[in-house]
C-alpha cells in the first residue's frame, strides 16, 4: 500500500449517477477503513483537532478505527459531534481537519472525513445510541428552527438537564440538510433522518410546522408558554437575486425554491405530486456548493446544464470534490462570464440568457482578483430555465417580531461569538441566522457554543 496516498474509495460511475439520485460515494469497507485509519501519524500534537470547529478528538476516534474497534470509535467521535453521518459527508475536509493534517504535507491527507462516515454509519447499521440517562433539571428551552445549529444545541443542552423543544417552520425537520443539500450528496431517509432520530432518542422534542414570528412569537414563548431561554438558528433562506432584467420570467428559479422543491417534495420522483419544471438547457448562475447542487440536480432531471460564474476556475467557491463531480458527469463550466438580460419569448417564458465574457482585473477587499468586463464581448446561451444562486440572507421575519433583537444591516442577528447571547436578555442565537450563509459544522459549532452560554445564563442567578 502506498501510505502517500488515501486508501481510494467507490464512487458511482459517473455516466450512470448522472442519471439517478442515488448516493453518489459508497463509503469504506471495514477492511479499507482500518487500513486508511492506519496511515494516522497520531501525532502528540495532532492539528487536526484545531482545524475541526467541533474539536471531534480524531486522533482517538481513528486508532479505534484501526482496531476494528468501531463502536468505541463512535462514542468518542458522539462526544463533539451529534451529526457525524452528516459531517462526514458533507464538511469541507480539505480546509478544516484534513487541511492541517501533517500527513498531507509530503502526500495526501488522512481521509477523516470518510472515516468519520464510515464509523457513523457502522452505528447506524447496528443500531448504537448514544446513552440518555441525563438527569432533569427541571429547566425549559425553547429552540427555533431544525437545521445543523439548532440540532447541535438541542443535543447538548438535553445533555445538560434542559427539556428542549425544537419549533420548526417546515413539515419535516433538519433545514438545508433535508431541503438544500441533494440525496446524492446527503441521503435522507438513510442519514439525515436518522441522525435526527437518535437526538429524539435523547430526549429532544420537535413540534413541526410552526413558524415562529407567526404561530407563536418569542415574547409567548417566554412569558406565556414558560421557556427559560430561547436559541434562534432559524439559517438564511432569503435567496438574492442580481436585479437584471428578465428575472421574474417564467422558468427563473432561485436555488433554494429549486432545490426544496427537488428533495423536500420529492419533485425528482417521476410518482410525486409536485412536478418540477425541465428544462432541455439550463443556466445556473453562481459557482458555490449551492450552485453545484442545483447544476447537478438538474442533469440528474435529464437537462444540459451550464454553469455561469464570473471569476475564473480558481476562485469557484465550492468545494473541489464538488466541481470534480460536476465535470465529471458533463455539467459545462462557463467562467469569467456574467449575465446582463434573461430574454424572454412572447409567453413571457425564458428563451436564452445574454452575457458578457470577464477578465480579472486587481484583488477587490476579498482579496480575490475583480472580474472586469470585457467591452464588446456580448454573446447569448440559448437556454429555457435560469436558476440563481448567489447566495442567501437571513428571513427579517424573526427580529421584525421579537423586541430588542439587534440585527446586522444585513439582516444577520448580532450574537455573542462565545457564547451566543444576543442583544435580548435569554435569547441566544447561532449559525447562518448570525453569520449569514456559512457551513454545517459552522452553524453546529455556534449552536454548540450557544448550549454553553444558555447553560450557564441559567444556572447563573440573573436567570431567576
Ligand atoms: C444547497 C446547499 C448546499 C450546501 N452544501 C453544503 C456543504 O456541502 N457543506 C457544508 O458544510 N455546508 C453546506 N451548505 C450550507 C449549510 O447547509 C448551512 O450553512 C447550514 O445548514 C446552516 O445551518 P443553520 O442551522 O444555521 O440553518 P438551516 O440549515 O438553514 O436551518 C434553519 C431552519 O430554521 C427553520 N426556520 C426558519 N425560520 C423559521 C421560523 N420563523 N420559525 C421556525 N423555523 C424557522 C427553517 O425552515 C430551517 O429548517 C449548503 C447550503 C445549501 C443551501
Same mark, same amino acid.
Given at each position: 500500500?502506498?501510505?502517500?496516498?488515501?486508501?481510494?474509495?467507490?464512487?458511482?460511475?459517473?455516466?450512470?449517477?448522472?442519471?439517478?439520485?442515488d448516493?453518489?460515494?459508497?463509503?469504506?469497507?471495514?477492511e479499507?477503513a482500518?487500513?486508511?485509519?492506519?496511515?494516522?501519524?497520531?501525532?502528540?500534537?495532532?492539528?487536526?483537532?484545531?482545524?475541526?470547529?467541533?474539536s471531534v478528538?480524531?486522533?482517538?476516534?481513528?486508532?479505534?478505527?484501526k482496531?476494528?474497534?468501531?463502536?468505541?470509535?463512535?462514542?468518542?467521535?458522539?462526544?463533539?459531534?451529534?451529526?457525524?453521518a452528516?459531517c462526514g459527508?458533507?464538511?469541507?475536509?480539505?480546509?478544516q481537519?484534513?487541511?492541517k493534517?501533517?500527513?498531507?504535507i509530503?502526500?495526501?491527507?488522512?481521509?477523516i472525513?470518510?472515516?468519520?462516515?464510515?464509523?457513523a454509519?457502522?452505528?447506524?447499521?447496528?443500531?448504537?445510541?448514544?446513552?440518555?440517562?441525563?438527569?432533569k433539571?427541571?429547566?425549559?428551552?425553547?429552540?427555533?428552527?431544525?437545521?445543523?445549529?439548532?440540532?447541535a444545541?438541542?443535543?447538548?443542552?438535553?445533555?445538560?438537564?434542559?427539556?428542549v423543544?425544537i419549533?420548526?417552520?417546515?413539515?419535516?425537520?433538519?433545514?438545508? %440538510?433535508?431541503?438544500?443539500?441533494? #440525496?446524492?450528496?446527503?441521503? @435522507? !431517509? $438513510?442519514? *439525515?433522518?436518522?441522525? =435526527?432520530?437518535?437526538?429524539?432518542?435523547?430526549?429532544?422534542?420537535?413540534?413541526?410546522?410552526?413558524?415562529?414570528?407567526?404561530?407563536?412569537?418569542?415574547?409567548?414563548?417566554?412569558?406565556?408558554?414558560?421557556?427559560?431561554?430561547?436559541?434562534?438558528?432559524?439559517?438564511?433562506?432569503?435567496?438574492?437575486f442580481?436585479?437584471?432584467?428578465?428575472?421574474?420570467?417564467?422558468?427563473?428559479?432561485s436555488?433554494?425554491?429549486?432545490?426544496?422543491?427537488?428533495?423536500?417534495?420529492?419533485?425528482?420522483?417521476?410518482n410525486?405530486?409536485?412536478?418540477?419544471?425541465?428544462?432541455?438547457?439550463?443556466?445556473?448562475v453562481g459557482?458555490?456548493?449551492?450552485?453545484?447542487?442545483?447544476?447537478?440536480?438538474a442533469?440528474?432531471?435529464g437537462?444540459?446544464?451550464?454553469i455561469?460564474?464570473?471569476?475564473?476556475e480558481?476562485? %469557484?467557491?465550492?468545494?473541489?470534490? #464538488?466541481?470534480?463531480?460536476? @465535470? !465529471? $458527469?458533463? *455539467?459545462?463550466?462557463? =467562467?469569467?462570464?456574467?449575465?446582463?438580460?434573461?430574454?424572454?419569448?412572447?409567453?413571457?417564458?425564458?428563451?436564452g440568457?445574454k452575457c458578457?465574457?470577464?477578465?480579472?482585473?486587481?484583488?477587490d477587499?476579498s482579496?480575490?482578483r475583480?472580474?472586469?468586463?470585457?467591452?464588446?464581448?456580448?454573446?447569448?446561451?440559448?437556454?429555457?430555465?435560469?436558476?440563481m444562486?448567489?447566495?442567501?440572507?437571513?428571513?427579517?421575519?424573526?427580529?421584525?417580531?421579537?423586541?430588542?433583537?439587534?440585527?446586522?444591516?444585513?439582516?444577520c442577528?448580532?450574537?455573542?461569538?462565545i457564547?451566543?447571547?444576543?442583544?435580548?436578555?435569554?435569547?441566544?442565537?447561532?449559525?447562518?441566522?448570525?453569520?449569514g450563509?456559512?457551513?454545517?459544522?459552522?452553524?453546529?459549532?455556534?449552536?454548540?457554543?450557544?448550549?454553553?452560554?444558555?447553560?450557564?445564563?441559567?444556572?447563573?442567578?440573573?436567570?431567576?
Amino acid at each position: 500500500m502506498d501510505m502517500l496516498k488515501k486508501v481510494p474509495i467507490s464512487e458511482q460511475d459517473p455516466k450512470v449517477r448522472a442519471h439517478n439520485f442515488d448516493e453518489v460515494c459508497l463509503g469504506y469497507t471495514e477492511e479499507e477503513a482500518i487500513l486508511e485509519a492506519s496511515r494516522c501519524l497520531e501525532c502528540k500534537n495532532p492539528l487536526c483537532v484545531m482545524g475541526c470547529p467541533v474539536s471531534v478528538h480524531i486522533p482517538q476516534f481513528v486508532a479505534k478505527v484501526k482496531e476494528g474497534k468501531f463502536d468505541e470509535a463512535f462514542e468518542i467521535i458522539s462526544e463533539c459531534n451529534t451529526l457525524p453521518a452528516i459531517c462526514g459527508r458533507v464538511c469541507p475536509q480539505e480546509s478544516q481537519c484534513e487541511g492541517k493534517c501533517i500527513r498531507g504535507i509530503k502526500g495526501e491527507a488522512v481521509a477523516i472525513g470518510k472515516l468519520e462516515r464510515f464509523v457513523a454509519d457502522f452505528a447506524m447499521e447496528k443500531g448504537i445510541r448514544r446513552p440518555h440517562s441525563h438527569k432533569k433539571n427541571g429547566k425549559r428551552v425553547a429552540v427555533i428552527g431544525s437545521g445543523p445549529a439548532s440540532l447541535a444545541c438541542a443535543g447538548d443542552l438535553v445533555k445538560y438537564g434542559y427539556e428542549v423543544t425544537i419549533f420548526e417552520a417546515l413539515h419535516e425537520a433538519g433545514g438545508v %440538510l433535508l431541503y438544500g443539500i441533494p #440525496e446524492f450528496r446527503l441521503p @435522507k !431517509e $438513510e442519514v *439525515v433522518k436518522k441522525e =435526527i432520530a437518535m437526538l429524539l432518542h435523547m430526549g429532544v422534542k420537535i413540534e413541526l410546522n410552526t413558524v415562529v414570528g407567526k404561530s407563536v412569537t418569542i415574547d409567548e414563548l417566554m412569558d406565556e408558554e414558560g421557556f427559560d431561554a430561547v436559541f434562534i438558528g432559524t439559517g438564511a433562506g432569503l435567496p438574492k437575486f442580481m436585479g437584471i432584467k428578465g428575472e421574474n420570467a417564467n422558468g427563473v428559479f432561485s436555488a433554494n425554491e429549486y432545490l426544496t422543491r427537488s428533495n423536500l417534495m420529492k419533485a425528482y420522483d417521476e410518482n410525486s405530486t409536485t412536478p418540477i419544471m425541465r428544462g432541455n438547457k439550463v443556466a445556473v448562475v453562481g459557482g458555490g456548493n449551492v450552485a453545484m447542487d442545483a447544476a447537478r440536480t438538474a442533469l440528474r432531471l435529464g437537462s444540459e446544464v451550464h454553469i455561469i460564474y464570473r471569476r475564473s476556475e480558481a476562485e %469557484l467557491p465550492a468545494r473541489k470534490e #464538488e466541481v470534480h463531480h460536476a @465535470k !465529471e $458527469e458533463g *455539467v459545462i463550466f462557463d =467562467i469569467l462570464t456574467n449575465p446582463t438580460e434573461i430574454l424572454t419569448d412572447n409567453n413571457g417564458c425564458v428563451c436564452g440568457i445574454k452575457c458578457v465574457k470577464m477578465e480579472l482585473g486587481e484583488p477587490d477587499a476579498s482579496g480575490r482578483r475583480r472580474p472586469v468586463v470585457i467591452e464588446g464581448s456580448e454573446f447569448t446561451i440559448d437556454v429555457d430555465m435560469v436558476i440563481m444562486s448567489l447566495g442567501t440572507c437571513p428571513n427579517p421575519l424573526i427580529h421584525s417580531t421579537t423586541d430588542g433583537l439587534n440585527t446586522t444591516k444585513h439582516g444577520c442577528i448580532i450574537a455573542d461569538e462565545i457564547n451566543g447571547q444576543t442583544s435580548r436578555k435569554g435569547v441566544f442565537a447561532g449559525g447562518d441566522a448570525v453569520t449569514g450563509a456559512a457551513t454545517v459544522i459552522l452553524a453546529m459549532s455556534a449552536g454548540r457554543s450557544a448550549a454553553v452560554g444558555i447553560h450557564d445564563y441559567l444556572s447563573s442567578k440573573n436567570a431567576t
